[in-house]
């Protein structure tokens, strides 16, 4: 009979003998090793001799990231908790889908030695303990409706994502709804240099800490930097080089968890390529900018109303086609002037071969509006009324689900 290979970690934890004693009595089981720490657990894990790792589910350094992990490496979790309220839930927050009670360690072998073969699933006879769905609204928080998430997104050569996606994040908190504008742009975002904050912390990296610790719920509020009563921002990237802290799932579980406060609006990055380059279980650049558009409710397409821009913006419709299964798309034509020789009729007849109910709006070319904005570091929907500001309304009303314009 092949015996199931466990390493155990628990620095010392008062349950440690007995779960000894029940693994290396267990006919079905073989103690490969005992590990001091996060670090020492991982090693082991990644020779692939093991099979499952037994785990304090407080243990110091525990998080989202070791739970992955371990699983790449084919090493399943059993978490075993000290108070099954507090530690048990935390760990169905990081990823641990079985845990034991540590007043049950005595059954823990058995348990190992018959988990279900998907890592997804917990054992059956011990799932009596709180497991989480990541979507569910935190303890003390009412669920009510979630809000929705548009993302801004658009091919290279700077045709305005975050201009318009701070412009709508504005025009929502001045109608009163509750806002929050993330810059999830692999590439160097610009987000908080638009709106003069100046804080070197990032937010989104900030946030991602908190997925991976299995506090996003509790702390979310700390991390984000609040310019009014009704909007606030997840400050980006403060080096492009730091992309690679973001593994996949994070944006998305932010994401999830921001749009139970309110509405969501995400400036993303250019690219939506593979990179085929990147070595497996490593993270992937253009992968943030692609789970972007993939959690939106609705995606806002922006390009320049100038023959390049008009050309990019054409293959990002098909690019975003080829990424997203039948995404809902709001075309939205930048920076449109009449010394470009066509009307809007004329641009919207190019754009029909993709779609003959394809949305499109126009943003006109309203630099003083930008000026002003950009120079006082403010919002547009703050630096007075203007054709761009009319414009950016018009959109938003045209959104599906956004309550039409209030008074001021």
């Known amino acids: 009979m092949s015996?199931?290979?466990v390493l155990l970690v628990s620095s010392g934890a008062a349950w440690e003998s007995r779960a000894l004693t029940a693994l290396n009595d267990h006919p079905g089981t073989v103690l490969l090793r005992r590990c001091v720490d996060v670090a020492d657990l991982l090693a082991a894990a990644r020779?692939?001799?093991a099979d499952v790792a037994v785990v304090a589910t407080d243990l110091p350094g525990l998080d989202h990231g070791v739970v992955d992990d371990l699983l790449q490496h084919g090493?399943?979790?059993v978490g075993v908790a000290t108070d099954p309220d507090l530690t048990g839930t935390h760990a169905a927050r990081i990823g641990i889908v079985t845990v034991l009670a540590a007043g049950r360690v005595a059954e823990l072998a058995d348990l190992v030695s018959g988990l279900p073969a998907d890592p997804t699933h917990p054992a059956p006879a011990y799932d009596d303990l709180p497991v989480l769905d990541p979507t569910d609204p935190a303890p003390g928080r009412d669920a009510g409706p979630a809000g929705r998430v548009l993302a801004v997104w658009g091919a290279?050569?700077?045709?305005?994502?975050?201009?318009l996606a701070s412009g709508l994040a504005g025009e929502l908190a001045r109608r009163g709804l509750t806002t929050l504008?993330?810059?999830?742009?692999p590439h160097g975002g610009a987000v908080a240099q638009q709106l003069g904050v100046l804080d070197e912390?990032?937010?989104?990296?900030a946030a991602a800490r908190l997925v991976g610790a299995g506090t996003l719920d509790e702390r979310f509020v700390t991390v984000q930097r609040r310019l009014s009563d009704h909007l606030r921002v997840l400050t980006g990237l403060p080096r492009p080089d730091r992309w690679v802290e973001l593994r996949p799932g994070i944006l998305t579980a932010i994401v999830e968890r921001a749009r139970q406060d309110g509405q969501v609006v995400l400036d993303t990055g250019f690219s939506l390529e593979p990179d085929p380059g990147e070595v497996t279980g490593r993270p992937e650049r253009n992968?943030?900018?692609?789970e972007a558009v993939a959690v939106a409710d609705e995606v806002v397409l922006v390009g320049s109303a100038d023959p390049v821009g008009l050309a990019r913006l054409a293959r990002a419709l098909t690019e975003l086609h080829e990424h997203v299964p039948d995404p809902r798309v709001r075309v939205v034509v930048?920076?449109?002037r009449p010394t470009l020789g066509w009307r809007e009729s004329d641009v919207v007849a190019m754009l029909a071969g993709f779609g003959p109910h394809l949305d499109v709006h126009f943003l006109p070319d309203d630099q003083a509006a930008l000026d002003r904005a950009l120079v006082a570091g403010r919002l547009l929907v703050e630096s007075g009324e203007s054709a761009l500001t009319r414009a950016v309304g018009r959109l938003l009303d045209a959104v599906a689900g956004v309550p039409a314009s209030r008074a001021r």
């Open 181 to 185: 504008l993330v810059d999830a742009d």
């Open 3 to 5: 015996k199931t290979v």
């Open 47 to 49: 020779t692939g001799q």
């Open 75 to 77: 090493v399943r979790v």
């Open 287 to 290: 992968g943030l900018t692609r």
């Open 156 to 163: 290279g050569g700077a045709p305005g994502r975050t201009t």
């Open 201 to 205: 912390v990032s937010g989104l990296l």
């Open 334 to 336: 930048n920076r449109m």
